[in-house]
């Protein structure tokens, strides 16, 4: 079988979905030294491939999308610790070569996974229609629970087989094998105007902002931690090297072993923004048949948007974090944002509609703070202030203008 490899360059022999077969075929066989004998500028062509094989973990069998995301984290911290000029023109030889692998995974397991993340968001998805007042666990028995509190606590506890609620209720759930690898998923969907704070079996912290979504298993089995959420969530992931974190919402997963940071993926909104407070973390777009996206890296105090229709990542510096994160202590804090960003929140978080006027500024920079425990009368007065602004408030909807045009301020 050698012979149809004998005309390859090393980058077409990685291209080949059936070399790392034949590869361990001749090795388990010891044909190598044959080769050597009778081909030997072959033989070190096959030798280089070999060695990029062998760097990157590859398996002769199909490997999933987690041993994609594993081998570009190689290739990644090859980048980082060779910086020298002959080292990185190495590198990039390396890099062409270990592309050439991912690719032929890729088209290896494409279809099972483009199966795979179309029906992620199924398995905890509202019926169309539902409205709640009061945030929610749903159990995977089917079983819901109103959580009651304006911002609840839930915390898992795998070992007695419960959830705590608000740290005086108990739910037990079923037992499951710690040998079983089936993941039963409960979600938290916390309406607007409301929010909870989630503890999940491994010790890690979820804070869900108003009008999110989390599923969440009782336990993790296998190799990876996982949770699936649609909204805004900040994550203080706890530590384990042998275990990953991943974060998936319909547009992007991220990846973390113990980190802090927020993400935020509505629906409604064009962009999904991941914000690091501590820890590193990787970025990638959630789609099964595009996996050949770039894979961003984020460090502390960076600030990632990723945009929903041309699927670019834009990547900002020395963010300050606090302007993202302190809605989980019950603060909107703004400064120089445009005043449509503003009452976007406002409008989301109070489950109320804001109508503008054809003459209302919004694009006007305002700079403030917000306290959320106030009514939504108390806050469009602070607004009004700062903006210079007038508005009406008629049931669930918010009229906003100028001074001049709309005089009808409550």
């Known amino acids: 079988m050698y012979k149809k490899y004998l005309g390859y360059t090393v980058e077409e022999m990685l291209e080949d979905r059936d070399f790392p077969i034949w590869l361990k075929h001749l090795s388990e066989n ?3 030294d044959k080769l050597v004998e009778d081909y030997p500028l072959f033989a070190i062509k096959v030798r280089h491939a070999r060695e990029i094989i062998m760097l ?4 002769e069998e199909p490997v999933i999308q987690d041993d994609i995301y594993d081998m570009w984290g190689k290739i990644h911290q090859v980048d980082q610790t060779h910086q020298s000029k002959i080292r990185i023109r190495r590198y990039h030889h390396f890099l062409k070569y270990a592309a050439a692998i991912v690719f032929v995974m890729i088209l290896t397991t494409a279809g099972y996974w483009k199966f795979k993340m179309d029906k992620t968001f199924q398995w905890y998805a509202l019926k169309p229609g539902k409205i709640m007042q009061q945030s929610r666990l749903i159990l995977s028995t089917g ?8 911002e609840s606590t839930i915390k898992v506890n795998a070992q007695n087989h419960a959830i705590r609620i608000n740290n ?4 037990a759930f079923s037992r499951v094998s710690e040998q079983s690898t089936e993941i039963a998923m409960n979600q938290v969907v916390v309406p607007h105007g409301k929010r909870t704070i989630l503890e999940l079996a491994d010790g890690t912290k979820v804070w869900l902002n108003a009008g999110s979504k989390i599923a969440f298993p009782v336990r993790f089995a296998g190799s990876k931690r996982e949770v699936f959420l649609e909204g805004e969530a900040f994550f203080d992931v706890t530590p384990d090297k042998l275990n990953p974190f991943f974060v998936k919402t319909k547009d992007v997963v991220i990846r973390v072993l113990g980190t802090r940071f927020d993400v935020s993926d509505y629906e409604s909104d064009k962009e999904v923004m991941t914000v690091l407070v501590e820890g590193s973390v990787s970025l990638r777009e959630n ?3 595009n996996l050949f996206g770039k894979e961003i890296f984020l460090n502390g105090h960076q600030r990632a948007l990723f945009n929903k229709t041309d699927f670019t990542t834009k990547v900002n510096e020395e963010v300050d974090e606090e302007r993202y994160t302190a809605w989980t ?3 909107f804090l703004f400064y120089k944002e445009p005043l449509s960003n503003v009452l976007k929140k406002v409008e989301r978080y109070y489950n109320i509609q804001v109508l503008y006027t054809n003459l209302f500024p919004s694009d006007d920079l305002i700079s403030g703070k917000l306290d959320l425990k106030d009514s939504i009368e108390d806050v469009m007065k602070v607004l009004a202030d700062v903006a210079k602004v007038t508005y009406r408030i008629e049931q669930q909807k918010i009229f906003v203008g100028i001074n ?3 005089p009808m301020k409550n």
């Open 287 to 289: 789609r099964g048949m």
């Open 329 to 331: 202590e019950g603060w």
């Open 56 to 59: 990157l973990g590859v398996k």
């Open 404 to 406: 001049n045009e709309m």
């Open 30 to 32: 010891q044909e190598l």
């Open 143 to 150: 079983e819901e629970i109103d959580l009651k509190k304006d």
């Open 168 to 171: 005086d209720s108990t739910v």
